[in-house]
């Protein structure tokens, strides 16, 4: 059974930053691209970032880029994603995604 579970989210303020977590189990993950979501309240959940298997490419979309920061550790099955110069627009439920398997999500929230 895959599992995925993000953590590292909290209260931080503005111009903050953050790292966050997503611990796979139940696959292979060194054959595994990894994604990270975020879904604000009222809004569709967005692509954050993507690293690939050996995390030798990563995306960002251009909103973000400078700002995020996605890394992977295979041989701890964990994906990281530091976030530096938080906004209160990063305020959102962060959620690590691979192989149509989603984890629960970890809240993040910006604000003084």
């Known amino acids: 059974q895959v599992q995925l579970v993000e953590s590292g989210g909290g209260l931080v303020q503005p111009g903050g930053s953050l790292t966050l977590s997503c611990a796979a189990s139940g696959l292979t993950f060194s054959s595994a691209a990894v994604r990270w979501y975020r879904q604000a309240p009222g809004k569709e959940r967005e692509l954050v970032a993507s690293?690939?298997?050996?995390?030798?490419?990563?995306i960002y979309p251009d909103s973000l880029k400078g700002r995020l920061i996605v890394s992977r550790d295979n041989a701890k099955n964990t994906v990281y994603l530091r976030m530096i110069t938080l906004k209160p627009e990063d305020t959102a439920v962060y959620y690590c995604?691979?192989?149509?398997?989603w984890g629960q999500g970890t809240q993040v929230t910006v604000s003084s």
């Open positions: 995604y691979t192989r149509d398997y």
């Open positions: 690293i690939s298997t050996y995390g030798v490419y990563t």
